[in-house]
């Protein structure tokens, strides 16, 4: 085939199509590894020894966010936030929660119950990582560590802080009942464990997940310690000491869907304690807005960094 005759094929219409869709996908692969090799991975110490496993990607120069998953996740729980154009001007911080990921995993049930050791995690990421006035986003569990670093190290430290779906107390009121889950969760039988872990997961969302993505989420609880699942549900909250004295702005985000948080009633709960929270509830959403309603989400976050940043 002579030249002219390749360069008319090229410009036949039924090519453009093709040489779109090959174009998107290498630019795809291009940001796919701008992003990978953006990503930093390394290993805080806490107080008590325990290696914590940190993540950052996004902008090194902007505001810091560090992001805290909930019970059975992992920093991979966020994928939606690191991997979002809108964030991606920020400095965005995951790690994995003692107990979970690739964090150490104690054998001692008072390494996950003493909520102060959960605090000095936080507070030994912030440290090493010499974020600056980050926003603090927490997930569930994640919300009750931000309230146990509030009250043992207050909120000089931070710029705001941003409850998705957050444990405020475990109590009745503020947590949905599922006394066969929790139970099996502590089962030393394998069967009766990992079904508990298949529930418990599903349970977070009130639209499900694609395969791919659920698997991966029910892996990350797979890996997460027995020990840990045990005793969690007798880990102290400082919410009074804590999200009570909190000076700062913020925002409390739950789904009107959550199957594992009441959600109005834990908004009722942190505003008796904190008369300044303000509150947002998406409608499609259950335990995970920030997952089930991505985009929504990840700009609230962005419009909350940006206005905290401008105190």
Same mark, same amino acid.
């Given at each position: 085939?002579?030249?002219?005759?390749?360069?008319?094929?090229l410009?036949? /219409?039924?090519?453009?199509?093709l040489?779109?869709?090959?174009?998107?996908?290498?630019?795809?692969?291009a940001? *796919?590894?701008?992003?990978?090799?953006?990503?930093?991975?390394y290993?805080?110490?806490?107080?008590?020894?325990?290696?914590?496993?940190?993540?950052?990607?996004g902008?090194a120069?902007?505001?810091?966010?560090?992001?805290i998953?909930?019970?059975?996740?992992?920093?991979?729980?966020?994928d *939606?936030?690191?991997?979002?154009? &809108?964030?991606s001007r %920020?400095?965005l911080?995951? $790690?994995? &929660?003692?107990?979970?990921?690739?964090?150490?995993? /104690?054998?001692?049930?008072?390494?996950?119950?003493?909520?102060?050791?959960?605090?000095?995690?936080?507070?030994?990421?912030?440290?090493?990582?010499?974020?600056?006035?980050?926003?603090?986003?927490?997930?569930?569990?994640?919300?009750?560590?931000?309230?146990? %670093?509030?009250?043992?190290?207050?909120?000089?430290? =931070?710029?705001?802080?941003?409850?998705?779906?957050?444990?405020?107390?475990?109590?009745?009121?503020?947590?949905?009942?599922?006394?066969?889950?929790?139970?099996?969760?502590?089962?030393?039988?394998?069967?009766?464990?990992?079904?508990?872990?298949?529930?418990f997961?599903?349970?977070c $969302?009130?639209?499900?997940?694609?395969?791919?993505?659920?698997?991966?989420?029910?892996?990350? *609880?797979? =890996?997460?310690?027995?020990?840990?699942?045990? *005793?969690?549900?007798?880990?102290?909250?400082?919410?009074?000491?804590?999200?009570?004295?909190m000076?700062?702005?913020?925002?409390?985000?739950?789904?009107?869907?959550?199957?594992?948080?009441?959600? &109005?009633?834990?908004?009722?709960?942190?505003?008796?304690?904190?008369?300044?929270?303000?509150?947002?509830v998406?409608?499609?959403?259950?335990?995970?807005?920030?997952?089930?309603?991505?985009?929504?989400?990840?700009?609230?976050?962005?419009? $909350?960094?940006?206005a905290?940043?401008?105190?």
């Open positions: 085939m002579d030249r002219s005759a390749a360069l008319r094929l410009l036949h /219409p039924l090519w453009r199509p040489c779109h869709l090959f174009a998107m996908a290498v630019m795809m692969a940001v *796919a590894t701008a992003h990978a090799a953006d990503t930093r991975q290993t805080v110490t806490a107080p008590d020894g325990l290696p914590i496993a940190v993540q950052e990607s902008n120069d902007g505001p810091p966010i560090i992001f998953h909930g019970l059975l996740g992992s920093r991979l729980s966020w *939606a936030q690191v991997d979002s154009p &809108l964030l %920020y400095r911080i995951t $790690f994995d &929660l003692r107990g979970h990921g690739q964090s150490g995993k /104690p054998a001692s049930a008072v390494a996950y119950t003493d909520g102060r050791r959960w605090a000095d995690d936080l507070q030994a990421v912030i440290a090493a990582t010499q974020a600056r006035q980050p926003v603090l986003v927490g997930w569930s569990l994640g919300a009750a560590v931000a309230s146990n %670093y509030l009250a043992a190290y207050g909120d000089a430290g =931070i710029a705001g802080a941003i409850y998705v779906g957050g444990v405020i107390e475990l109590t009745p009121t503020t947590i949905v009942s599922h006394p066969d889950v929790y139970r099996d969760l502590a089962s030393p039988d394998l069967r009766t464990w990992l079904d508990a872990q298949r529930t997961v599903a349970l $969302f009130a639209t499900q997940l694609d395969p791919v993505t659920f698997q991966r989420l029910l892996a990350n *609880a797979a =890996i997460a310690s027995p020990v840990l699942q045990a *005793a969690v549900p007798t880990m102290s909250i400082a919410a009074r000491d804590g999200l009570g004295r000076t700062k702005p913020l925002l409390l985000i739950y789904g009107a869907q959550d199957a594992l948080v009441h959600a &109005l009633p834990s908004i009722a709960r942190a505003r008796e304690l904190n008369p300044a929270a303000a509150s947002t998406y409608a499609a959403s259950g335990h995970a807005p920030f997952v089930e309603e991505a985009e929504r989400f990840n700009r609230d976050v962005m419009e $909350f960094v940006e905290a940043q401008r105190r």
